[in-house]
């Protein structure tokens, strides 16, 4: 499969015009392997994330500086450390964790209440998609809210982070939904 990384790098590339896009969910998501499907990277070795992964993506004339935060609860207070400046929040769900949707949702809820994070614009991936237990993404928007947002623009995007499928079309409306830069 053409990597992401690879459609991506065929838009025009203006490195003056960065981004900076925070990825956030749960341990065990699939942020870390969304992210290596955006840079284009083997996703079969994956390892939890104890810290943070940093990429850049050159999409749509932006350079996308994408922060990948480790998702354990013991690491989840110190998120916060990395809402300065975020242009875009991509939340990672895991649609097949059924026992864990309650934490997400407050997890979230949290997320989109801080000030830092004020009218940030959210892209919520419902991964797993290829799982047969997965939610479809209509499931997992009512489980979090999303129809109750009223201060941002945000989008579900159904994918599976293992095979990219669905990464593509997230990104494009990040790209489409870019805020202005002062």
Not at 83 to 91: C, G
Not at 128 to 137: F, H, I, S
Request: glycine fraction near 8%.
């Amino acid at each position: 499969m053409m990597g992401l990384l690879n459609i991506l790098k065929k838009l025009r590339s203006n490195p003056d015009k960065e981004l900076r896009l925070l990825l956030l969910g749960l341990d065990n998501a699939g942020k870390t392997t969304l992210l290596k499907q955006l840079a284009s990277e083997d996703v079969n070795h994956v390892t939890p994330t104890a810290g943070f992964n940093i990429k850049s993506v050159l999409s749509n004339g932006f350079k996308l500086n994408v922060w990948d935060i480790g998702g354990q609860r013991k690491i989840r207070p110190y998120w916060r450390n990395y809402f300065e400046n975020t242009d875009i929040l991509i939340y990672v769900v895991d649609c097949s964790d059924h026992q864990r949707l309650e934490e997400t949702g407050q997890e979230l809820a949290e997320l989109l209440e801080d000030e830092k994070l004020r009218g940030v614009a959210l892209l919520v991936y419902a991964n797993k998609q290829d799982l047969a237990t997965a939610l479809p993404a209509s499931e997992i928007a009512q489980h979090l809210g999303l129809h109750l947002i009223r201060d941002r623009t945000w989008q579900i995007q159904a994918c599976v982070a293992t095979d990219g499928t669905g990464v593509k079309e997230g990104m494009e409306w990040v790209c489409k939904n870019i805020p202005a830069k002062k």
